[in-house]
């Protein structure tokens, strides 16, 4: 069993930064793909940014690239996503998840994630 918990959300201004971190539990963290997701009131869940296990690849949702970094810290079982230049658009629920199931490869697919953190709230205002 994977166990979540997400930090760093908060309430920011428009051109500003925050960096959310997801602490995971287990020694097998490395072997995990891990994503970010969010979800904003009335909008569909989204992927905004995932990565390997060892933290060689990553992707990034086109309304994000440029903006948002994906890291993690094995050594920490940490994933960390750094939000700059931050837009109103991006107030959401930000939601870490982990895929056991692979270590490479990155899906987009929600359901493939095995464990969800409870979410941490991000708003940005104008």
């Known amino acids: 069993q994977v166990q979540l918990v997400e930090s760093g959300g908060g309430l920011v201004q428009a051109g500003g930064s925050l960096r959310l971190s997801c602490a995971a539990s287990g020694r097998t963290f490395s072997r995990y793909a891990m994503g970010w997701f969010r979800q904003a009131p009335g909008k569909e869940r989204e992927l905004v940014a995932a990565?390997?296990?060892?933290?060689?690849?990553?992707y990034y949702a086109d309304s994000v690239k440029g903006r948002f970094t994906i890291s993690r810290d094995n050594a920490k079982s940490t994933v960390y996503l750094q939000m700059n230049s931050l837009k109103p658009e991006d107030t959401a629920v930000y939601y870490c998840?982990?895929?056991?199931?692979?270590?490479?490869?990155?899906?987009?697919?929600?359901?493939?994630?095995?464990?969800w953190g409870q979410g941490t709230q991000v708003t940005v205002s104008s």
């Open positions: 998840a982990v895929d056991v199931n692979n270590s490479y490869y990155l899906t987009k697919y929600a359901p493939a994630y095995d464990y």
């Open positions: 990565i390997s296990g060892s933290g060689g690849s990553t």
